[in-house]
Structure formats: structure tokens, C-alpha cells
């Protein structure tokens, strides 16, 4: 009994303890294991939301923090009666747009990718993707790409870009940087996040912690 008892209060004391690391990591913007960005630090003129209003200092939360804009989970961008609306990007328009986000706590080469960016990827658009440690020296770490009948492509769909800096950029990635390469019909962009790949100790954790919770019900 008293063995019993004793394990009952070690999982307790577990549990709490994966709760305070998941809530002192949040106040950190590292949110069950990814890290998201922080901040806007710049964008040009025609970024805006699926509705067409443009971004601006009140609206930058569009692309920050964990992924929001698709509340009911199916990866479909259009669900207008469920999902939200806060994405930002292009339309079909002007070229050379871009924007560039900012991570507090820099991205690192791990093992594996070490970047995903969820978004809505027009059959026909084209960008480019960029890291840099200071916002002045940039390396490229890849593109995104439209294909028509499949994701990226298919009309209406988020997709997760994901990106590996191995071999291509060993800093820590503080700035992360997206521009536009195409115009025309069907090469809108439009961002919902940018973040980390969930790092493996973190979902091993909470793999236990569920779990425990599970075994304890």
C-alpha cells in the first residue's frame, strides 16, 4: 500500500513538473516544444489577410505564435463558418513582396528540419526562404512552391513547409525571411506560423505525461 502510494505522489510530482516546464516554456514563446516567433520586424505594402486588409502594427499576430488559422483541424483554408482569419501574405499582384519574422530565442541546426512554416501555397507561387543571425547577412535554406493538383497547390489547402539547415546555414537563425519570386493568376501566399519542429524531448515528456494521466484515469 504504502508502495502504492508513494508511486501515486511521484507521478504527481512528474506531472507537475511537466506542467511547470511546459508554462515557464510558454511565457518563453517554446510552447509544447516549438519554438514560435516573437515578432514582426518588417514586411512590404501589399502583405495582408485573406480579406484583403492590409497588416499593420495591430495585426502582426496574424503570423506570430502558434498556428490559429485553421480551428477546426482539417487543413482547409476557406472554412469561413470555422476558421479564422488570421493569416497574412500575398495575392496575385505586386511583386518583390515579402516579410520577415523575428525568434527571441534563435533556431538552431538540429538533427533533422529545423524550420516548418504552415501556410496557403497558390498552384503557381513561388518564394524564396532566407535565415539570418543579425537581419543583415542572409542565407538561403530553400523555396516553397506551387504544384497544380497537389500540395503545395491545391486550392484552399494549409500546407507545412519544412526546412532542414543542414549543410546550408550553421548560425543561429534569429530572422526568418520570406520572399516572393513570382506574379501572376494562382500565386497568392498566405502565412499562418513559423516555428520549430517540435523538438524529441519535449514530445517524449509529454508522451509520459500523458500517459500517466492516462494510466491514473
Known amino acids: ?16 513538473f511537466v506542467i511547470g516546464v511546459l508554462a515557464t516554456s510558454s511565457q518563453a514563446a517554446l510552447i509544447n516544444g516549438q519554438n514560435w516567433a516573437d515578432s514582426v520586424t518588417s514586411y512590404t505594402s501589399q502583405i495582408q489577410n485573406y480579406g484583403g486588409i492590409f497588416m499593420d502594427s495591430t495585426t502582426e499576430f496574424w503570423v506570430l505564435g502558434q498556428s490559429d488559422a485553421d480551428r477546426n483541424g482539417n487543413m482547409y483554408a476557406w472554412d469561413w463558418d470555422f476558421d479564422q482569419d488570421t493569416v497574412a501574405g ?8 515579402q516579410i520577415v519574422v523575428k525568434f527571441d530565442t534563435a533556431l538552431a541546426d538540429v538533427a533533422g528540419d529545423d524550420l516548418v512554416i504552415r501556410m496557403y501555397c497558390g498552384k503557381t507561387a513561388n518564394a524564396s526562404i532566407w535565415v539570418s543571425e543579425d537581419n543583415s547577412s542572409w542565407t538561403s535554406i530553400g523555396s516553397i512552391a506551387g504544384a497544380m493538383a497537389q500540395v503545395p497547390g491545391t486550392p ?29 493568376n494562382g500565386s497568392g501566399m498566405f502565412f499562418d506560423s513559423f516555428a520549430s519542429v517540435p523538438e524529441p524531448a519535449t514530445i517524449f515528456i509529454l508522451g509520459i505525461g500523458a500517459a500517466l494521466l492516462r494510466k491514473k484515469k
Do not use: Q
Open 90 to 97: 500575398w495575392r496575385a499582384g505586386d511583386a518583390g513582396e
Open 156 to 184: 484552399g489547402c494549409l500546407y507545412d513547409a519544412a526546412f532542414d539547415f543542414a549543410g546550408l546555414f550553421a548560425g543561429s537563425a534569429s530572422y526568418v525571411m520570406v520572399h516572393r519570386e513570382t506574379i501572376g
Open 1 to 16: 500500500m504504502k508502495v502504492k502510494k508513494h508511486c501515486e505522489i511521484l507521478n504527481r510530482l512528474f506531472l507537475f
